[in-house]
């Protein structure tokens, strides 16, 4: 991976424009996501985060699928989703145990870092072609769906949900009651939808909803997501904050005096909560906003504005109140020094597996279950590492390495 460093251009003096006062509302009790377009400082699309289950990614090899909602006690508003373990269409025709499920399985969430890992994706293993739900045949050059799901809807209704799977253009999937009846199948062509990061369906009304605008049309969205929260012993719990989109940087600067920050020296990184949640903290009655952070947004096309938080009215208004700045600044690109190559043997184990890099520099390494929350965490150096699986749950779990300002991630099925 790479990330983008950016430097002032010490040879030019050049002129930074106003701030510009801006205001966003998602909403009475956080209901909207709305999606913004930071370069004409101007809302490109706002949509109810209510009015869908389940999202399909529209291009590229990832097949990330998301789920609207994530655990059921965290505050999210949505579906709900858990992986059966049942492999194969005669697995999804069976009558399925909810009750055994829902009490011995954690329920799966979207990666909070990228749109391109959803909670149908976790266990992926891209390496053999496995993407969690389905398996790429590399002789039909189809992507076959594998796995069975079992997801309960806002509410309270369960359903089973088998991907068939990808066929060119075209994306199939079905879904019915645990008992088998009431199937639905469902197809759609991924091209219709080439403009948008996700096409969303509706297990309720049984129809897809055109609810983001085309890609090029923003940068960021404003709205509830799952987070992991170190104060809340790493669980992953509903918060309010800001993504990026794809293809689009973040840089945080965190010091005295924002409104004078530069990008000067910041690493820029495409994790999509870099922005996040953080930047507000609840003082007992409302919110206080961060007076010492500032947020330097690189869009595709290498411009790059910084974003300074002012106030956020908190879940009466879901009003959030910023200023935009044009930053300019110079940017080029600065080769990461993480490790290249990150393997993870045996996978899927049990009680112990091995992890191997190629940096000989102190890293850290962190051991996620599938809602993101950290069940191991060590400083480890290059070469070959034991990493003791002794006590943990069966399930998917990510490893990621941490060098610097450098990431790179593996996944992990513990058996």
């Given amino acids: 991976m790479k990330f983008a460093t950016a430097c002032i251009a010490s040879a030019l003096a050049m002129f930074s424009a106003a701030s510009a006062g801006e205001t966003v509302s998602v909403g009475k009790g956080y209901a909207n996501d709305v999606f913004y377009h930071i370069e004409g400082r101007a809302k490109s699309g706002n949509a109810p985060n209510a009015d869908w289950d389940i999202a399909f990614e529209t291009s590229g090899q990832s097949g990330a699928i998301l789920v609207s909602g994530g655990n059921a006690v965290s505050g999210m508003v949505g579906a709900v989703l858990w992986d059966t373990e049942l492999k194969g269409m005669d697995s999804y025709k069976t009558i399925i145990d909810t009750n055994t499920l829902f009490t011995t399985k954690q329920p799966l969430a979207n990666s909070a870092e990228t749109w391109h890992s959803g909670a149908f994706n976790m266990g992926k293993n891209p390496m053999t072609g496995d993407l969690g739900w389905g398996l790429y045949n590399p002789t039909t050059h189809k992507i076959e769906g594998s796995a069975v799901f079992v997801v309960k809807l806002p509410d309270s209704k369960v359903r089973k949900v088998f991907m068939d799977g990808l066929d060119g253009d075209d994306f199939t999937f079905r879904y019915a009651n645990i008992d088998g009846s009431d199937e639905q199948v469902k197809t759609f062509k991924r091209s219709e939808y ?18 983001e605008p085309e890609s090029a049309d923003w940068h960021i969205v404003f709205g509830k997501y799952l987070a992991v929260l170190e104060d809340q012993g790493n669980a992953s719990y509903a918060v309010v904050g800001v993504r990026t989109n794809n293809g689009v940087k973040t840089a945080k600067y965190k010091g005295a005096d924002p409104a004078n920050a530069t990008a000067n020296g910041l690493t820029f990184t495409d994790n999509i909560a870099e922005i996040g949640h953080d930047w507000k903290v609840f003082a007992g009655t409302n919110y206080t906003v961060a007076s010492d952070a500032a947020y330097f947004v690189q869009t595709p096309d290498a411009k790059i504005f910084k974003v300074i938080f002012t106030k956020f009215e908190g879940s009466s208004t879901g009003n959030i109140e910023f200023t935009v700045d044009d930053a300019l600044t110079s ?7 993480a490790a290249a190559i990150l393997s993870v043997f045996p996978n899927p184990t049990a009680g112990a597996a091995t992890v191997a890099f190629d940096v000989q520099t102190d890293s850290e390494l962190a051991l996620t279950d599938a809602l993101g929350r950290i069940v191991r965490k060590e400083r480890v150096s290059g070469g070959f590492n034991a990493l003791d699986l002794n006590g943990l749950p069966q399930g998917a779990y990510m490893i990621t390495l941490q060098s610097g300002a450098s990431r ?6 513990v058996r």
Wanted: glycine share 6%.
């Fill in 331 to 337: 940017v080029h690109e600065e080769a990461a020094g």
């Fill in 408 to 413: 790179i991630s593996s996944p992990l099925i």
């Fill in 194 to 211: 080439a403009k948008k990061n996700f096409v969303y369906f509706s297990m309720h009304s049984g129809e897809f909803i055109d609810r």
